[in-house]
């Protein structure tokens, strides 16, 4: 996988590496089946975020259209198109979730971190967000925190959850 001028530069040797991994995982006229865990690597090496220089490159480095990177990373929450808290805190509020007080949820974590949703704090920790059904509605209500799911949620849970996150 080649890249060329300033694309070049995104890309370390390391990430290249775990690029090429799930690369060759698919047969090579399918290298777009890499785009989910390619966009993984790159939001993770990127502050959370995914620049569009960055998807470009992306595109570029799997040989595809920039189109078929950007209707992946705008279609998916887990995906973020601009810069976010280092802690993203997505909601469900969803219909199972809504049913068992994710409206609370949402409330007391909007008073706990003084921002509302789709905010992030002012000394960058978290963003807060609202998102759809996140599949484990059996344990609603339910967040995510990062890649963690968090699940029968009371107020004292999301206190819990707060104090252990160390930064
Ligand atoms: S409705 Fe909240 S996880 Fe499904």
Redesign the pocket.
Known sequence: MNLTGEKEQLFTAELREQLDAWVAKYPKDKSQSAVIPCLHILQAANEGWLPKPVMDALADYLAIPAISVYEVATFYTMFDLKPVGKNKINV?T????LLNGSEDIVAHLETRLNIKLGETTADGLYTLREVE?????CG?P?LQLNRDYHEFLTKDKIDDILAGITS
Do not use: E, R, Y
């Not at 969803?94 to 979730?97: G, T």
């Not at 059904?133 to 509605?137: D, N, S, W």
């Open positions: 469900c969803n219909i199972s979730c059904c996140l599949g484990a509605c609603a339910m």
